[in-house]
Protein backbone atom coordinates (compact mmCIF):
# COMPACT_ATOMS: atom_id res chain seq x y z
CA UNK A 1 0.00 0.00 0.00
CA UNK A 2 0.95 3.55 -1.05
CA UNK A 3 -0.07 6.72 0.81
CA UNK A 4 0.65 10.15 -0.81
CA UNK A 5 0.49 13.43 1.22
CA UNK A 6 -0.21 16.60 -0.76
CA UNK A 7 0.81 20.25 0.50
CA UNK A 8 1.56 23.94 -1.11
CA UNK A 9 -2.07 24.60 -2.08
CA UNK A 10 -3.80 27.86 -1.57
CA UNK A 11 -4.89 31.04 -3.14
CA UNK A 12 -2.43 32.89 -5.87
CA UNK A 13 -3.57 35.80 -8.17
CA UNK A 14 -3.66 35.32 -12.00
CA UNK A 15 0.40 35.19 -12.83
CA UNK A 16 1.58 34.18 -9.89
CA UNK A 17 3.20 31.25 -9.06
CA UNK A 18 2.89 28.32 -6.33
CA UNK A 19 4.61 24.53 -5.78
CA UNK A 20 2.53 21.55 -5.22
CA UNK A 21 4.76 18.89 -3.25
CA UNK A 22 4.03 15.28 -2.45
CA UNK A 23 5.48 12.56 -0.02
CA UNK A 24 4.85 9.10 -0.81
CA UNK A 25 5.74 6.20 1.28
CA UNK A 26 7.13 2.80 0.56
CA UNK A 27 10.11 1.62 -0.82
CA UNK A 28 9.48 1.39 -4.14
CA UNK A 29 9.47 4.31 -5.24
CA UNK A 30 12.15 4.50 -7.78
CA UNK A 31 9.81 2.13 -9.94
CA UNK A 32 6.54 3.78 -9.92
CA UNK A 33 5.27 6.39 -12.23
CA UNK A 34 4.18 9.14 -10.37
CA UNK A 35 2.16 12.26 -11.25
CA UNK A 36 -0.35 14.85 -11.13
CA UNK A 37 -4.00 15.18 -12.09
CA UNK A 38 -6.45 18.06 -11.46
CA UNK A 39 -10.08 18.55 -10.81
CA UNK A 40 -12.22 21.64 -11.55
CA UNK A 41 -16.12 21.96 -10.12
CA UNK A 42 -18.11 20.16 -12.40
CA UNK A 43 -15.48 18.82 -14.90
CA UNK A 44 -13.80 15.11 -15.10
CA UNK A 45 -10.19 14.87 -13.12
CA UNK A 46 -7.49 15.46 -16.03
CA UNK A 47 -3.51 14.67 -16.47
CA UNK A 48 -1.48 17.72 -15.65
CA UNK A 49 1.70 15.94 -15.85
CA UNK A 50 3.24 12.64 -15.77
CA UNK A 51 6.96 11.09 -15.18
CA UNK A 52 7.38 7.78 -15.96
CA UNK A 53 10.57 5.58 -14.01
CA UNK A 54 13.15 6.38 -16.39
CA UNK A 55 12.01 10.42 -15.49
CA UNK A 56 10.21 11.20 -19.22
CA UNK A 57 7.69 14.13 -18.63
CA UNK A 58 4.15 14.23 -20.38
CA UNK A 59 1.99 17.46 -20.10
CA UNK A 60 -0.84 18.36 -20.77
CA UNK A 61 -1.26 20.73 -23.23
CA UNK A 62 -2.80 23.50 -21.31
CA UNK A 63 0.01 23.84 -19.00
CA UNK A 64 3.11 23.18 -20.96
CA UNK A 65 5.78 25.98 -20.55
CA UNK A 66 4.06 26.75 -17.69
CA UNK A 67 3.98 23.87 -15.39
CA UNK A 68 7.23 21.75 -14.43
CA UNK A 69 7.11 18.68 -12.25
CA UNK A 70 10.00 17.03 -10.81
CA UNK A 71 10.88 13.92 -8.51
CA UNK A 72 13.15 13.29 -5.95
CA UNK A 73 13.11 9.43 -5.74
CA UNK A 74 15.76 9.69 -2.69
CA UNK A 75 13.03 11.80 -1.07
CA UNK A 76 9.79 9.38 -2.09
CA UNK A 77 9.02 13.21 -3.45
CA UNK A 78 7.25 14.44 -6.42
CA UNK A 79 6.66 18.27 -7.26
CA UNK A 80 4.71 20.35 -9.45
CA UNK A 81 5.77 23.99 -10.31
CA UNK A 82 3.20 26.43 -11.08
CA UNK A 83 4.14 29.09 -12.94
CA UNK A 84 2.01 32.23 -14.86
CA UNK A 85 -1.39 30.86 -13.48
CA UNK A 86 -4.40 31.06 -14.77
CA UNK A 87 -7.88 31.45 -13.59
CA UNK A 88 -8.94 28.20 -15.02
CA UNK A 89 -5.99 26.23 -13.14
CA UNK A 90 -8.18 26.62 -10.20
CA UNK A 91 -9.05 22.94 -9.26
CA UNK A 92 -8.37 20.30 -6.61
CA UNK A 93 -4.93 19.05 -7.36
CA UNK A 94 -4.25 15.09 -6.82
CA UNK A 95 -1.01 13.41 -6.75
CA UNK A 96 -1.01 10.05 -8.30
CA UNK A 97 1.46 7.01 -8.41
CA UNK A 98 1.20 3.83 -10.89
CA UNK A 99 2.21 0.90 -10.93
CA UNK A 100 1.93 -2.32 -12.89
CA UNK A 101 -2.18 -1.39 -13.01
CA UNK A 102 -2.10 -0.04 -9.64
CA UNK A 103 -3.05 3.05 -8.74
CA UNK A 104 -2.97 5.02 -5.79
CA UNK A 105 -4.53 8.43 -5.13
CA UNK A 106 -3.72 11.27 -2.28
CA UNK A 107 -6.20 13.14 -0.68
CA UNK A 108 -6.22 16.38 -2.89
CA UNK A 109 -5.18 19.79 -2.51
CA UNK A 110 -6.99 22.57 -3.55
CA UNK A 111 -5.31 25.66 -5.70
CA UNK A 112 -7.95 28.73 -6.34
CA UNK A 113 -6.27 31.37 -8.82
CA UNK A 114 -8.07 34.76 -8.39
CA UNK A 115 -7.35 38.67 -7.94
Known amino acids: QVQLVESGGGLVQPGGSRRLSCVAT????????TGWYRQAPGKQRELVALINSFGKVNYADSVKGRFTSSRDNAENAVYLQMNNLKVEDTAVYYC?????????WGQGTQVTVSS
Open 96 to 104: NAQFLGQNW
Open 26 to 33: GSRFSVYA
